[in-house]
């Protein structure tokens, strides 16, 4: 079994030096709590993630999932697990409490499902999506149904699923073909269609399953603009919640995939009888905009997937690298050289930094994210609610599409490092690297999540949204660019804002000429948007990392090369916040000049891959 590392001081300096989660104190939605409190959750969460979610992953992905009898078996190494993790309340911790949540701030969640996440994603299905789904059902669903199942949801009695891919209406949702017609004299729907590649569709770790489905009330518009969105419960339930008969959802297979094998990826048939029943969430043929809720939501859990799968890659390949020994420093010309450890390496080290820049600027990234969620959506002052509001949905594209494909590029650096001993089971990469592959597929392709950035959020508002992004961006820049000692960090970052901001200009014009060639630049320009928001991040930090290392230094009476040098030696924070400013810089010098190359491939607006005939 892969011994799970959590890097708590990474964690800890994101959330309280970086983004002073402390400070959200201060406001009424958190008044109750206290950076002791908040620090004595996350010590709990780590505590359950280490000692029980990662050891039943290890034997669940061995165990996978079957299908007996039209239900779904999930493995049993999961069921005490589930039963901890709901009394314990890691649901909803980041919801409201009148309905069974934590009401924890939204950064502090994320964190938290970054934890889980890392030890299981094919458990954090169960609890991810009923989540969301709760989170829909609180905010569009009326008020009895909202009373009855979100708490429901929230507690984790019962799971919620998200039901809109069909056989023939993957990314192109409108093309569903589920039906729903209205029952006379009541407030329900009958259901019939077919939902494939389902997650959670089926299982049996609870006694009953919301399914939260899109279809389409004959006679409403084709197209997404005709879709209604229904929950649609595996069994009935009265008023109380008291259940009642099956509710004629049938699973008619579950796929064999290439990783999250605990996972349950359910084809689902609803009203094979005609005896399916749902409830109708908020008005006729508005579903597709309830549903963007929920999809946003599971986005950023994508999201979270990346950054969870780059840390513990990282983790695990810093450990390994410090451990493994193998040939003998460059350097060393003696007679009878010394086997190292390949941390010594030039080649391995660069690998190592690659891999501590995105976990450590992804992680950021989105608790960076998660701060315009809890702001957008709780901060006292409307105005800042709607400026958080612009700057967050400009970032989910980013985080879903960059976090999750940097996710996937770590554990493959990690795999690397990792040498043969990275592709065997045992070490642990090999299990992520499959795991987190699906997450740059499902919730909007990753193609997609490009073509919402380029075709949508920059022309919102009149290219509001990103003038807003630009302002962020130039408020953490320009004030540093002269730093004594920083300088050349934040100019080289300054120098990729300003390539990024031009490229985004230069697609106004363009659009208007060749809209297919400028398609082509989405997926080049959504990379860049993400490799300047990663050096925004280690930037911010290296800031943090100098002031609080010539703290340290003042502190100590420390002056020079040597004493500094000795200073890292002996101080373990000294290091930390040393590592920090080196990080960025590496980021900077490696990564960023990147970001030129491809504004170029996007100014050259390459043809050939319209014209070619395959
Ligand atoms: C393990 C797993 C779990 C899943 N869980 C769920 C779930 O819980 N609920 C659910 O509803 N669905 C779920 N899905 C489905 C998933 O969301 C879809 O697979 C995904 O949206 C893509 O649809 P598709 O597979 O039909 O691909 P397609 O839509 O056929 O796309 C194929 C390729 O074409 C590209 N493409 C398609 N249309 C366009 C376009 N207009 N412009 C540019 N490029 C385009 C895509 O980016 C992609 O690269 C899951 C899938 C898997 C494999």
Redesign the pocket.
């Known amino acids: 079994m892969v011994d799970l590392i959590i890097d708590r001081r990474d964690v800890d300096f994101v959330l309280f030096e970086q983004f002073e989660l402390q400070k959200f104190c201060e406001q009424s939605r958190y008044k109750d709590f206290s950076q002791e409190t908040f620090e004595m959750i996350i010590n709990e969460a780590i505590k359950l993630a280490k000692e029980e979610v990662a050891p039943a992953d290890a034997i669940a992905d061995r165990q996978g999932t079957r299908l007996e009898d039209g239900k779904v078996i999930v493995a049993e190494a999961f069921r005490a697990i589930y039963d901890k993790y709901a009394e314990g309340g890691w649901i909803a911790t980041a919801n409201d409490p009148e309905y069974g949540g934590m009401g924890l701030p939204v950064p502090l969640g994320l964190i938290l499902s970054e934890f889980f996440i890392s030890a299981s994603s094919s458990f954090m299905?169960f609890p991810g999506?009923s989540v969301s789904a709760g989170h829909l059902l609180e905010e569009y669903a009326n008020t009895s149904l909202k009373e009855l199942l979100t708490t429901k949801l929230y507690t984790g009695e019962w799971t919620g699923?998200?039901?809109?891919?069909e056989p023939q209406?993957?990314?192109?949702?409108g093309d569903i073909c589920s039906v729903a017609t209205p029952i006379e004299g009541t407030d329900r729907f009958k259901i019939t269609g077919s939902?494939?590649?389902?997650?959670?569709?089926d299982h049996d770790l609870t006694e009953n399953i919301l399914h939260l489905v899109l279809a389409r009330v004959p006679g409403d518009p084709e197209g997404t603009k005709g879709i209604s969105l229904f929950v649609v419960p595996k069994y009935r339930f009265d008023e109380s919640g008291a259940l009642g008969k099956a509710n004629d959802v049938t699973v008619t297979a579950i796929?064999h995939?290439m990783g999250?094998h605990a996972?349950p990826?359910c084809s689902l048939s609803f009203g094979e009888n005609d005896a399916c029943e749902g409830y109708l969430i908020g008005e006729r043929a508005k579903g597709i905009v309830y549903m963007f809720q929920m999809m946003n939501e599971a986005r950023i859990a994508c999201a979270v997937q990346g950054s969870a799968t780059a840390n513990a890659c990282y983790q695990l390949a810093l450990a390994y690298a410090k451990d493994r020994v193998q040939g003998a420093k460059v350097t060393d010309r003696s007679d009878d050289p010394q086997a190292v450890a390949i941390i010594d390496h030039p080649d391995v080290r660069r690998n190592l930094m690659l891999c501590k820049a995105y976990a450590e600027g992804l992680r950021a990234l989105l608790v960076q994210a998660a701060v315009y969620a809890d702001r957008a959506r709780y901060h006292d002052d409307e105005d800042v609610r709607h400026a958080n509001q612009d700057l967050y949905e400009i970032m989910t594209p980013i985080c879903k599409a960059y976090a999750t494909d940097m996710g996937f590029k770590v554990s493959e650096w990690a795999m690397q490092i990792h040498g043969g001993y990275g592709y065997i089971g045992e070490y642990g990469v090999e299990q992520y690297m499959r795991d987190v592959k699906?997450a740059s597929?499902?919730?909007?392709?990753?193609?997609?999540q490009a073509?919402d950035l380029l075709g949508r959020k920059l022309r919102m508002k009149g290219g509001g949204l990103f003038m807003a992004w630009l302002q962020e961006a130039n408020k953490a820049i320009m004030p540093n660019v002269k730093h004594e000692r920083l300088a050349d960090i934040f100019e080289n970052l300054d120098k990729a804002k300003n390539t990024l901001a031009e490229t985004a200009f230069g697609f106004s014009q363009a659009g208007k000429s060749d809209p297919e060639v400028v398609?082509l630049g989405a997926t080049p320009f959504l990379e860049m948007f993400g490799q300047v928001e990663i050096g925004r991040m280690l930037a911010q930090q290296a800031l943090i990392g100098d002031e609080k290392l010539q703290a340290i230094a003042t502190e100590k009476g420390v002056s020079g090369a040597d004493g500094f040098a000795n200073l890292l030696a002996e101080h373990a924070d000294a290091r930390f916040y040393d590592g920090k400013i080196k990080t960025a810089r590496f980021y900077v010098n490696t990564i960023l000049p990147h970001t030129r190359s491809l504004s170029v491939e996007i100014k050259n607006a390459d043809r050939s891959a319209l014209d070619i005939r395959f």
């Open positions: 299905f999506l699923t998200m039901c809109l891919t209406a993957g990314t192109a949702v939902k494939i590649f389902i997650s959670a569709g796929e995939k999250i996972s990826t699906i597929i499902y919730e909007g392709t990753n193609g997609i073509l398609l």
